[in-house]
C-alpha cells in the first residue's frame, strides 16, 4: 500500500520559525507549502533570504491574511494535512505604534484562515502560534498552562484573541486546533529589531570596529530565551498528538536583557559595560518584566526535550554575526 506524503501548510513561511519548521517538516518526509504575500517591494531576495537554500523544495503560494477569498481559493483548491499558522505582526513595538494593522492581521487573518479551512477541509490539523506576551503582567511564575492571561500590548492582546479563536474552532467545530504558548525564540535568523539580534550583532561589530556603541531599552526585562530549531519541533509533535491541546514551549530559565549582553560581549572577549547605554527611546508604553515558562507538560506529553542552553544560543548568534559581518568590512 502506499504510503500517503503529509503535505503541510506555513503561514509565515520566510520568517525565522517558519524558515526552520519548513526545514524539519522536509527532514521527516513532508511536502511542503507556504504562504506569502505578493508585494511590489525592492527587497524581494532579502525578504526569502531564510529560505533560499530550500526554494527548489517548497511549494509556494500567494495569499494574504488580511484577504479572506485569497485563503479561501488556496485551501479551496489545495489540500493540506496540517496547517501551521505562524503569520503575524510579531514586533511588540510596532503594536503600539500602529495597533489597527497589527489587530487586523493577527486577529482576523486567524479567522480567515481558520474559518476557510473548516469551510472547506475540516480534518486538517492547525497550529496557531500563541506567545508568552499573552501572559504580560504575570499572575503566577513560571508560568504554565493554567496560567491567566493579562496581555500589556496590542500584539499581545491579539495573540489572546487569536488563541481563543483557535480553541473555540476546537471546541465548536470538532477541529484539532492546537495552540503552541511559546516563549521568547531567537536564533541567527531572528529580525535585526528585536533585542538578542540588535545585541548580537552589536557586539559583532564593535569587536570589528565597525560600531562604537550599542543603545537599548529596559536592560532589566527578564525573558526565557530558547532556540527557535528546538521550538518548531514542538509545533510538529503538537499535531502529532490523537487529541489537540495546548502547550507551554520554555526552556524554565530566566535571563535579563543585560545577562544577554554580558554573555554576548564576552563571547568577543568585551566588557559591554563599556559600550551598551540605555535610552528612554526604546523603552515601550507598557513592558512586560519578566517571563518563565513551565514547559513540563510539553515535555511529558510530547516528549519534547530542547538541545540548546542558553550559552549556546548567545554564541551561535554572536558567531553568526562575526562572520556576516567581517565580510562587510572585507568589501566596504
Ligand atoms: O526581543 P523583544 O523585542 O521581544 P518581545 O517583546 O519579548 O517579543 C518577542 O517574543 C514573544 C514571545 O514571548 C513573541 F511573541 C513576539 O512576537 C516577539 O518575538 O524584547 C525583549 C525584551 C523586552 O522587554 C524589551 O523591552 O527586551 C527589551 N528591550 C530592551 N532594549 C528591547 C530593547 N527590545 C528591543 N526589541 N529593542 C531594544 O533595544
Known sequence: M???VKRALITGITGQDGSYLAEHLLSVGYQVHGMARRVAIPETEDRFKRISHIMDRIT???ASLENYASLYRLVANQEFTECYHLAAQSFVPDSFADEFTSME?????????????R???PE????????????GEVRQVPQDEQTNFHPRSPYGISKVAGFHLARNFREAYDMHCSSGILFNHESPRRGSEFVTRKIASGAAKIFLGLETELVLGNLEARRDWGHAADYVAAMSLMLQQDDPDDYVVASGEDHSVRDFCEAAFSCV???????????????RPAEVSRLLGDATKAREKLGWQPKYTFQDLVREMVEHDLDMWSKYRYIR
Open 119 to 121: 469551510d472547506v477541509q
Open 105 to 117: 492581521t493577527n486577529v482576523l487573518g486567524t479567522q480567515y484562515l481558520i474559518a476557510a479551512l
Open 2 to 4: 502506499p504510503i500517503e
Open 60 to 62: 509556494l503560494h500567494s
Open 124 to 135: 486538517c490539523r492547525v497550529y496557531f502560534a500563541g506567545s508568552s506576551e499573552m501572559f
Open 269 to 283: 572577549d568585551l566588557d559591554y559595560r563599556d559600550y551598551v547605554r540605555s535610552d528612554p527611546r526604546f523603552m
